[in-house]
């Protein structure tokens, strides 16, 4: 079974920064590639970036330069730095993982539980 642990998630100011973390576990032959979604009320979840094992990085159209995906390969890791947070980045915000399980050696998608991030004044 494999495991998707977010967290970050908070209120924060209009122009204010957060950072969020996203954990794998369980039985994980490889994995290649981590991202982050997210879906806010009454609309479609949407991506918010993601990168490959070969080092690609897409980013939504939306994020504009102000955010900002990394991995830790050796920790399962992947991190959202986002920074000129807009009251419209209010969403909750999922982690996903295009995972190859070790017992089946099947690929798949998993996914976190989400973690609340809300820009408000």
């Known amino acids: 079974q494999v495991q998707l642990v977010e967290s970050g998630g908070d209120l924060v100011q209009p122009g204010g920064s957060l950072r969020l973390s996203c954990v794998a576990s369980g039985s994980i032959f490889s994995i290649n590639g981590m991202g982050w979604y997210r879906q806010a009320p009454g609309k479609q979840r949407e991506l918010v970036a993601d990168i490959r094992s070969g080092g690609t990085i897409r980013y939504g159209d939306f994020v504009e330069g102000r955010f900002a995906i990394s991995r830790d390969y050796a920790k399962k890791s992947v991190f959202l730095q986002m920074n000129s947070l807009k009251p419209e980045d209010t969403a909750v915000y999922y982690c996903?993982?295009?995972?190859?399980?070790?017992?089946?050696?099947?690929?798949?998608?998993?996914w976190g539980q989400g973690t609340q991030v809300t820009v408000s004044s």
């Open positions: 996903n993982g295009d995972i190859i399980e070790s017992s089946s050696k099947r690929r798949g998608s998993y």
